[in-house]
T-cell receptor
Framework: AQKVTQAQTEISVVEKEDVTLDCVYE???????LFWYKQPPSGELVFLIR??????QNEISGRYSWNFQKSTSSFNFTITASQVVDSAVYFC???????????FGAGTTVTVRA | DGGITQSPKYLFRKEGQNVTLSCEQN?????MYWYRQDPGQGLRLIYY???????QKGDIAEGYSVSREKKESFPLTVTSAQKNPTAFYLC?????????????FGPGTRLTVT
């Protein structure tokens, strides 16, 4: 069974601060995929990144960066120099290579104050 | 514009009534999914469909039914047998089935049953 834990329920920061969201997962699969999605107040989930289990390189996309560490089963997400528009709920998700579904964590609500 | 349409955005029903939530996509995707989101929880899979005229139960299918008569449409019926139907419902689609394909999400329907 797949399980994703996002221990941080809510994070509040002031604009321009960095914020790191933790994601820890459990799986018995040797090949799997990890995802991050953003859910703004409008409700629609926006895809941010997909990473397969064989690629442990960290990734940076603009102000977003991801740190994948297989040894600790973690896939953490950092927003650098946060902005008010980053306020949203962020979900980490996991899927085995033969799965048809995403197993989601409970989400972390990020509030960026001006 | 290509995308996923869910209507209506808000839906209100009396207890004991069946209600059907609409999901339409013009992305030419084969696979479609229904997720349920409750406050403070991640998304949970209700049903998914890999191709037309085929669908499979997800983790929480009891009290729900679906059909997939057309590639672009995957309506979800919330029946009176669903004990706690009030929730936010999200429809998603992907080019193919499985974790290698990114799932695109619609804007969601918030259902309130009183």
């Amino acid at each position: 069974a797949q399980k994703v834990t996002q221990a941080q329920t809510e994070i509040s920061v002031v604009e321009k601060e960095d914020v790191t969201l933790d994601c820890v997962y459990e799986t018995r699969d040797t090949t799997y995929y990890l995802f991050w999605y953003k859910q703004p107040p409008s409700g629609e989930l926006v895809f941010l990144i997909r990473r397969n289990s064989f690629d442990e390189q960290n990734e940076i996309s603009g102000r977003y960066s991801w740190n994948f560490q297989k040894s600790t089963s973690s896939f953490n997400f950092t927003i650098t120099a946060s902005q008010v528009v980053d306020s949203a709920v962020y979900f980490c998700a996991l899927s085995g290579v033969n799965d048809y579904k995403l197993s989601f964590g409970a989400g972390t609500t990020v509030t960026v104050r001006a | 514009d290509g995308g996923i349409t869910q209507s209506p955005k808000y839906l209100f029903r009396k207890e004991g009534q069946n209600v059907t939530l609409s999901c339409e996509q013009n992305l030419n995707h084969d696979a479609m999914y229904w997720y349920r989101q409750d406050p403070g929880q991640g998304l949970r899979l209700i049903y998914y469909s890999q191709i037309v005229n085929d669908f499979q139960k997800g983790d929480i299918a009891e009290g729900y039914s679906v059909s997939r008569e057309k590639k672009e449409s995957f309506p979800l019926t919330v029946t009176s047998a669903q004990k706690n139907p009030t929730a936010f419902y999200l429809c998603a689609s992907s080019i193919g089935s499985g974790a290698t394909y990114e799932q695109y999400f619609g804007p969601g329907t918030r259902l309130t049953v009183t």
